[in-house]
């Protein structure tokens, strides 16, 4: 008989203080990451993670693991570029295996235009130095022999973007991980406690009110994914400009080798992965208006079986095993709001990471780290301000993603 080994990965039950140095609210990747680096390059241990449920239970647990660093705009591809090349350091630095597979992205065209977009897409990465090239349909076969790229499918396939180092992380150990890593260097970490609200007197936060009591401290950090612009309006009255949507994932039965690389398309609005326990990992559905729903719906079941066996036929007949659905925090360019100070002293943000944050969570909480040991904000979180929407400079992440936008 097997026994599973009795001591947890890092202390689940610390004594909650009446008082810490910092406050970060969401026990997500980007609380863990911050807190993780807090203490490893600043020294600052103080420190309380405040999870109303479990580490892990936002969209930390539930994506679908996708890394890459081909963002759109130089203000971006810095910080998603730097979290690619953490991976594997991360993974002996916390001596936990992160299951870093290097398999590179793959995103197809369908159209003439399609690839004429692709094309600028790879000569601004090369640009900025990320590793991106184009393949004709032929070298695609090569790669993914299970694509059809005859003229049979509804959106035939024109060629693809390959950007090698991309590839696919196990989220739960990222989140296991980066919680033994705060854990052991002191970082507090506090499941099952819920922030109901947020104190601040004269524009200074002086703490939090939880479920479990009322905590003090100087510095507060809201990183509660999908109800950060919720929290933040219910407890200070600052509007952030994010949709919470719903967005829907599912994995297939797990089935033998057949995808080495992660496959998206845009014309069919899905993307997959085979994950290291053979299931196909799926997922793109969002949707279209702001919701806190985490149900999920047949409707994209028919969508998503009908989506990847156009594209991949050898997967007729394979059963759909698990379905979920999370909340992606969307702003109206795509991009997050890491900002401090403002409006109110002490008072840090980092949310707004839509569908992309797991991919740069740990290079961001090692800058947000800095930030708020030092409160001096570092050069590469410069563009990302609050203020930025209220002065109209919204960075092209997206182009048309704003119509939903509840910020006025
Ligand atoms: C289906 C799906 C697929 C995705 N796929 C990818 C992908 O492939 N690649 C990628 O890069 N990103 C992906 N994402 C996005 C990514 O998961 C998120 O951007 C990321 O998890 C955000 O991290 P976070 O720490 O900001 O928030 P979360 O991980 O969501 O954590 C927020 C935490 O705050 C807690 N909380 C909320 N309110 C309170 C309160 N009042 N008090 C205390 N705690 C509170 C929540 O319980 C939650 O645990 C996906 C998301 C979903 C849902």
């Known amino acids: 008989m097997f026994l599973l080994p009795s001591t947890p990965l890092w202390d689940t039950s610390p004594p909650l203080k009446s008082s810490y140095d910092a406050v970060l609210i969401g026990g997500g990747l980007h609380s863990l990451a911050t807190a993780y680096y807090l203490a490893r390059d600043h020294g600052m241990t103080n420190v309380a993670i405040l999870e109303r ?6 969209g930390a647990g539930r994506n679908t693991a996708i890394v890459r660093a081909n963002q759109r705009t130089q203000e971006n591809v810095p910080l998603y570029q730097e979290a690619l090349d953490l991976w594997p350091v991360l993974t002996r630095e916390l001596d936990y295996n992160l299951m870093f597979y290097n398999c590179g992205n793959l995103n197809l065209c369908h159209s003439e235009a ?5 094309r600028m897409n790879i000569a601004s990465a090369q640009f900025q130095g990320v590793g991106s090239e184009f393949l004709a349909p032929a070298d695609v ?9 005859s003229d049979r499918p509804r959106h035939p396939i024109h060629g693809a973007m390959f950007h090698p180092p991309g590839g696919i992380v196990r989220h739960d150990a990222v989140v296991w991980g980066l919680a033994k890593g705060a854990s052991e260097q002191g970082i507090h970490i506090h ?3 819920e922030v109901t609200g947020i104190r601040a007197v004269d524009g200074k936060i002086q703490g939090v009110e939880t479920s479990r009591g009322t905590i003090n401290s100087p510095r507060v950090l809201l990183s509660a994914g999908g109800y950060s612009a919720g929290l933040s309006h219910r407890f200070l009255g600052v509007r952030l400009p994010i949709s919470p949507l719903t967005i829907q994932a599912m994995v297939t039965q797990p089935l033998k080798p057949l995808l080495n690389h992660v496959v998206s398309s845009g014309a069919y609005h899905v993307y997959c992965n085979q994950t290291l ?4 990992a799926t997922g793109a559905h969002m949707d279209p208006w702001p ?4 149900q999920t719906t047949a409707h994209y079941l028919k969508h998503q079986a009908e989506a990847l066996t156009d594209i991949l036929p050898c997967l007729r007949g394979v059963r759909f095993m698990r379905h979920w659905a999370g909340l992606a925090d969307m702003t109206p360019d795509m991009a997050p709001i890491i900002d401090g100070n403002d409006p109110v002293e002490g008072y840090y943000l980092n949310c707004g990471w839509g569908y992309f944050g797991f991919k740069s969570c740990t290079s961001t909480g090692k800058y947000v780290a800095q930030y708020l040991a030092t409160g001096e904000r570092p050069e590469i979180l410069e563009p990302f301000r609050l203020s930025r929407y209220k002065q109209h400079r919204l960075m092209g992440e997206t182009a048309g993603a704003i119509s939903y936008t509840p910020w006025n």
């Open 141 to 149: 076969k090569r790669m993914v022999p299970a694509l059809d790229v």
């Open 114 to 118: 399609a690839v004429t977009a692709a």
């Open 277 to 280: 326990k053979g299931e196909i």
């Open 191 to 193: 499941q099952q406690t």
């Open 53 to 58: 449920r479990f580490i892990g239970y936002g």
């Open 291 to 294: 919701n806190y729903t985490t």
